[in-house]
C-alpha cells in the first residue's frame, strides 16, 4: 500500500495464490535483444508445428521408425 498520493507506475504481475488471493509482484524492465526474442518465437512457432502434425523430435532430427 502507497503512502503518498503519488502513483506507482512500476509494471507489475499479478499473482493468484492457493488460497485465492491476489497479489502484485513489481517486475523489472528487462532489456531483451531482438535476436533472443525472434528466437524463442520462432522455437514456439516450432513446437506449436510438431504438435499439430503429430510429428515428434529425437535427437535433433524428426522421428522415423522404419515402416513403410
Known sequence: MA????????????????DGRRVQLPVENAE????????SILVGIEELVLLITGARREHGGTRRDGRS
Not at 503512502?3 to 492457493?18: G, H, I, K
Not at 531483451?32 to 528466437?39: A, C, G, K, M, T
Open 3 to 18: 503512502s503518498s498520493n503519488q502513483q506507482d507506475r512500476r509494471p507489475v504481475a499479478v499473482a493468484v495464490t492457493s
Open 32 to 39: 531483451v535483444p531482438v535476436l533472443s526474442l525472434i528466437r
